[in-house]
């Protein structure tokens, strides 16, 4: 504190002598992402540039490497971080004070989603399992470890009563597994309604089949699960399936929890009409609709400012998200 005040200090002294000063960004923004090698980390990137553009006498923003979803939840809380990366489901979580946020609620609001994530079940096609029930009892990734695929599935499979023997580790370790034999499967997040890369290339030698939740199930997760989204996937050659539902979440940007109106109208307002600088750096955006993917598949609160904009573009913004 006693610093800034000696460089305010310092900066009407020069402005009495006359002394030109340079421009200065009256707000600093830090957005939090993930890992600086993940494609989200160039989506945030390209947000810092939007609205730096966009607001150059206004913001000043930069991306911070973090941990990703929770990390940047827990850096909105202590106001180290101004936006920052989140799953949905995580988010609810985080909201409502519940699962690992139990007791200790983070009242972060949601600005935008920017990418649908559906978890796919995916199993070697020579493994004789044909419905998520075969799994029980069989050797079965859940996911990344540490990741919110592998909290939603261990949720997920819990409810359905489904006990796999689960094979535990990072993405290429359970990749491995899956192609020498020792796991028939794992969740894995799809890119849209597609295969992910890593999946891709693990059905290029060992064809693999996804495997979709029945009326039943979906009704499950419906009811105890309402931080989830119910995606419907059109299959396909790859998948060897028809059409086939999953449930899945949203990655989206939310803000820290003490946020002004104007500055996450300003944020969601630049962005949403700049796509094609997300694009450039996160094509799967490309071609999409994010505000009203943003209404259709969020499951807690938006920010007012955000409300603000979705309002006047001609939204209608649902009850449940104000």
Known sequence: MKLRNFAVAAALSL???????????????AFGATNSQSAHY???????????????????ASVVETGATVDNLKRMARDQLDIGLITTSTLYHAYNGIKSFDGKPIESKLLWAYSLAPQNAVVRRDSGIEKLSDIDGKKFGPGM???STEATALAVFDLLEISPDWVR???????????????????????GTSFDALTTDIAAFTPLTALGID??????????LPELSIVDMPGGEMENTGPYKVWGFMI???????????????????????????????PTVKGLNLPELTLQYATSPL?????????????TVPARLK
């Open 169 to 191: 580790g990072t993405n290429s370790e359970q990749a491995n597994a899956i192609k020498d034999g020792r796991s028939e499967g794992f969740v894995k997040s799809a890119v």
């Open 145 to 147: 470890r540490g990741s």
């Open 42 to 60: 160039a989506y945030f990137a390209s947000l810092a540039k939007i609205i730096n553009s966009a607001y150059p006498d206004a913001y000043q």
């Open 15 to 29: 402005a009495g002598l006359g002394v030109a000063l340079p421009a200065q960004a009256e707000t600093r923004l």
């Open 303 to 315: 920010h007012p400012g955000a409300i603000r904009y979705y309002e006047e573009i001609g939204l």
């Open 252 to 282: 989206g940007v939310s803000a820290r929890p003490n946020m002004d109106d104007q500055t996450a109208y300003d944020l969601t307002k630049a962005v949403m009409e700049n796509m094609e600088e997300q694009s450039a750096a996160f």
């Open 215 to 224: 009326d039943a199930q979906e009704a499950k997760i419906r009811e105890a």
